[in-house]
């Protein structure tokens, strides 16, 4: 297998023309043993999910065989008219695909270079990092999620300056058993970064530049847009906690209160770019001629290592947005904002779709739609090879997109509408018993003579405010309820 594999990286590994706007060269889908007409689904798919308001724009590449066979864009970069997307030059945010592009880039290469051991403890690399459990965390139980530590912390409520964030990072509690539990962690990302960092001697941006980025000509990635790309890059929220709407400017929160270079998101980047680097790895880990990672470090990684954890990467196992066609040697990963990257060694070939579906959609539900369209993608592109081992599989009468179940329906109304009504029917039997708990008390008070009238204007005074009270009381817990 590992000949193999060995065999299919130097076939796909030949010398590339780079394009003007960046990216792989072209070939036309039928000299690289695809359908055109198949491919022409994925059209169809994407710019449903933009007519159903899912997302204003997306930019696609799919790559086989060491050439890009199929590069859109679709819709804007907002909701206006003004700004087409194009897979060449349009900038999005990619959110947690930042874990991939780049922290567990950087990790690889360092790997290479013998500076780092997956199976030494994190203490090792960051000496603030220790104490209880901490101690027992290793480089490789962060790749997998597997750390024990928590999904996140909110560090922009509680840290006012990067140096605070990244303290309260080093802070977080381990609160299982490493390599016990699994809990996807943007924190455990974070110390990813942190290791980087600190075993190069240089900040993460600048590092994987150096090492990745300048050796692809990837001209087009970066953590932080210049003010000059601006305009190209697309948009994300309109009102965020920051309080002005985000445009080249990292989406994730956390990842903003860490600076903007964060080992869990920060990364910008165009379809285009991520073409070379997705067919780097196919390469296994050159392009162009140029050594980026090893081979062995490439299979290492992106085979599964924990559950359907691979080493920073993580594995199709017929879901994620990687469809239901890849083979079981896939990776990939995906981004809040409506990013994916998914990789099928065996088929020799990517696909990237990038979204900003964070940026005031229009749908309903639009994490529906991108995960329908994400899925749709990946099997369209699948579906479109003509000359798989397997066979031609037989393109289905429909894709998730065609039908658009749930798109715009609201999450849950049925049983957000039936949970209502059972807060307030309690609420209800809660002021019902109230009122018969304080009437019961008021008639067990049986006078012993008849009252004057003083007395008996005194006592009605006396019992007002109570029965008052618990009305006022009951009225106040179904109001919080509802």
């Known amino acids: 297998m590992f000949l193999l594999t060995a065999l299919v990286f130097a076939a796909a590994d030949v010398t590339h023309v780079a394009l003007p706007g960046g990216g792989l060269p072209e070939r036309e889908p039928a000299a690289v043993g695809m359908s055109a007409e198949r491919l022409s689904t994925i059209d169809r798919v994407v710019r449903r999910g933009v007519d159903a308001g899912g997302y204003p724009g997306a930019a696609v590449v799919v790559g086989r065989k060491g050439f890009t066979v199929w590069s859109r864009g679709f819709g804007t970069l907002d909701w206006s008219a003004k700004s087409r997307v194009t897979a060449q030059e349009s900038l999005y945010d990619l959110a947690s695909l930042t874990k991939v592009v780049a922290t567990t880039s950087a990790i690889m290469v360092l790997y290479d270079r013998g500076q780092i051991d997956l199976d030494a403890p994190v203490s090792r690399y960051l000496p603030d990092f220790q104490g209880g459990l901490r101690d027992k965390v290793t480089v490789r139980h962060l790749l997998t999620h597997r750390a024990g530590l928590p999904a996140g912390r909110e560090l922009w409520r509680i840290a006012k300056t990067p140096a605070e964030a990244r303290a309260a990072v080093m802070a977080s509690a381990v609160k299982c058993t490493p390599g016990a539990c699994y809990e996807y962690s943007d924190l455990g990302a974070d110390l990813l970064g942190f290791i980087a960092e600190s075993v190069s001697g240089q900040r993460l941006d600048t590092f994987l530049q150096s090492a990745i980025y300048s050796k692809l000509n990837m001209q087009d990635t970066y953590f932080q847009v210049p003010a000059g790309d601006v305009s190209r890059t697309a948009p994300t929220e309109i009102a965020p906690p920051r309080g002005y709407p985000l445009r080249g400017e990292v989406h994730d929160e956390n990842a903003f209160a860490l600076g903007g270079v964060a080992g869990h998101a920060g990364l910008f980047s165009t379809a ?71 990789i099928d060694p065996d088929r020799q070939m990517f696909v990237i779709l990038l979204t900003n579906r964070v940026h005031a959609a229009r749908a309903r539900r639009p994490s529906k739609v991108i995960a329908d369209v994400r899925n749709d993608l990946a099997d369209a592109a ?97 109001t919080a309820k509802k």
């Open 272 to 342: 285009a770019d991520l073409s070379v680097f997705a067919q780097m790895l196919l390469n296994g880990g050159s392009y162009n001629g140029v050594r980026v990672i090893s081979d062995s470090t490439v299979t290492l990684f992106t085979r599964r290592a924990a559950g359907r954890r691979a080493l920073g990467w993580d594995t199709c196992d017929g879901g994620a947005g990687c469809g239901q066609f890849m083979t079981e040697r896939a990776f990939g990963h995906t981004g809040f904002t409506g990013t994916s990257l998914w």
């Open 382 to 478: 699948v579906l479109a090879v003509m000359d798989d081992p397997d066979g031609v599989r037989a393109m289905p009468a429909s894709f998730r997109a065609d039908v658009a179940q749930d798109w715009n329906r609201p999450l849950r109304s049925s049983r957000t509408a039936s949970a209502a009504a059972r807060r307030r029917a309690a609420a209800a039997k809660r002021a019902a018993a109230a009122r018969k708990s304080s009437s019961s008390k008021s008639s067990s008070k049986k006078p012993t003579a008849k009252p004057t009238a003083a007395k008996a204007t005194k006592a009605a005074a006396k019992k007002a405010p109570v029965k008052s009270s618990a009305k006022s009381k009951s009225t106040s817990k179904a």
